[in-house]
């Protein structure tokens, strides 16, 4: 599983404060472009750049703002509801964050907001006066400028919302054994952590306070964990935590030589390792693992491995962390999934990301067949479409919710039942905590709609 869904899915909203009323939240005027439509993650707002005229704006539901010569690509909504883009007027730039502008640099980075959404970080560059400057940039955190660096990475924010990190380089004045250079340091709520050729960005885990980031000295990396070092070696992947921010894991080795490190521990050597994937109850760390002599892939989990296929994908696993999924190619050259180690057929080209349902007895994907895409629950199929989306279950288990594209249309099918046909599917489908409803947000015509169906037994 990549670094990107982890996050979408432990970012997904919550059923209890989505709305499920459909409701047109927004009207696009005549002779304006909407680009970068976002939908607040309750489904009671809808944004967008608005072009026209020489001129953009943002518009939030029906609502205008201040017109700007530019605003950059991209808006982000908080999870409390807040809307952050980046101007650029006159030369200058700055955020908005709420609806309150900031104040001026040369250019700003996208605002990150805290889990909570009640706080936002962003890099922002004063403009170099010569190619020396260790002083150019800083980071702004909730509207304060804090100090200045050469340089400054993106914000990153821990799982409790307390503190930023972020990595820097620091200038040096030149001298006559060597002239103006710059190092790295990390450096978490504010506070540097060294001096080193590279770092990485921080890694936080996704509850509580803990941290991780990687360093490079001499050709070597290190990780180092709560501001003490771990493993070192040439190559070190990311860290990942487990949701409940008590373990990390990271692969790390050499020349075909790679051991995954679980909390500070090294496990056995492998040819190759792919990132770790961690059990929703933070008790199993899964990775794909290369096979001896490059003759095939498994899956090692816990003390346990599967059987070896030519090609693995990353393991997902239950809410309750007693069953994994895995999707692998059989001998015929086309991919099954494998539940609990019970294998579907092996029919599909490609597969999306899978899904096991909450009660851990279900699977559902989408697989490509004859380059088409159906929706596959267990072994039951959708229609073959053009695009699906990956698929959703519902809380109860009994239902599966997918967005789709079929000649230019995008719609979504639940439990197989198509609904009504829009031009753009704008956001993935949430089922509310009963299952009876289900809620999307969608673009028909110049309209912007949270929609909201009945689902059918």
């Known amino acids: 599983m990549s670094r990107l869904l982890i ?94 502008p900031g104040q001026s640099f040369q250019s700003v980075g996208m605002p990150v907001f805290s889990p909570d959404g009640n706080k936002y970080a962003y890099e922002c560059n004063r403009g170099s006066q010569n190619k020396n400057d260790s002083t150019a940039w800083a980071m ?54 060294g001096e080193f050729e590279h770092v990485s960005s921080p890694f936080f885990a996704p509850k509580g306070a803990r941290w991780a980031y990687r360093t490079f000295t001499q050709s070597i990396w290190t990780m180092v964990v709560d501001g003490k070092s771990q493993e070192s070696a040439p190559d070190i992947g990311d860290a990942f935590w487990s949701p409940d921010g008590q373990h990390v894991a990271y692969r790390a080795g050499d020349h075909g030589k790679y051991s995954m490190i679980i909390d500070g521990k ?113 072994s039951g199929r959708s229609s073959l479409n053009d695009i699906i989306q990956a698929p959703i279950w519902s809380p109860d288990s009994k239902k599966v919710a997918y967005a789709g594209q079929q000649l230019a249309k995008w719609f979504v099918e639940v439990n197989y039942r198509r609904g009504e046909d829009f031009d753009e599917i704008l956001t993935a489908p949430i089922f509310s905590s009963d299952s009876k409803k289900c809620a999307f947000g969608a673009r028909k015509g110049n309209e912007l709609i949270w929609v909201a169906v009945t689902v059918q037994d």
Request: glycine share 12%; charged share 20%; with cysteine.
């Open 7 to 100: 996050c979408a899915l432990l970012l997904a909203p919550q059923s209890d404060k989505v709305s499920f009323d459909q409701k047109i939240l927004a009207t696009i005027p005549e002779g304006i472009m909407a680009k970068d439509i976002a939908f607040s993650r309750d489904g009671r707002q809808v944004a967008y750049r608005a072009v026209g005229a020489g001129k953009m704006y943002i518009c939030i539901n029906n609502t205008k703002g201040p017109d700007y010569p530019v605003i950059s690509d991209g808006i982000r909504w908080s999870n409390s509801g807040k809307l952050a883009y980046r101007v650029i007027n006159n030369g200058s730039s700055f955020a908005v964050v709420g609806g309150q």
């Open 266 to 378: 090294k496990g056995s050597p492998y040819p190759e390792l792919g990132d770790p994937v961690w059990s929703p109850d933070g008790k199993t760390c899964a990775f794909v693992a290369k096979a001896d002599n490059n003759e095939g892939e498994y899956i090692v989990y816990g003390d346990r491995k599967t059987d070896v296929f030519s090609r693995v994908y990353p393991p997902v696993f239950s809410t309750d962390g007693q069953h994994m999924a895995y999707a692998a190619r059989s001998e015929n050259g086309k991919y099954m999934v494998i539940l609990d180690e019970k294998r579907g057929p092996a029919e599909f080209e490609a597969v999306t990301p899978l899904q096991i349902s909450p009660d851990g007895a279900h699977v559902t994907f989408g697989g490509q067949w004859n380059f088409r895409w159906t929706c596959v629950i267990d």
């Open 140 to 193: 702004n955190v909730n509207g304060q400028k804090g100090p200045d660096w050469a340089s400054c990475g993106p914000a990153f924010w821990s799982g409790d919302g307390a503190t930023v990190g972020h990595y820097v380089r620091i200038g040096k004045p030149g001298t006559a054994q060597r002239p103006f250079h710059t190092v790295d340091a990390m450096v978490i709520g504010g506070k540097m952590l």
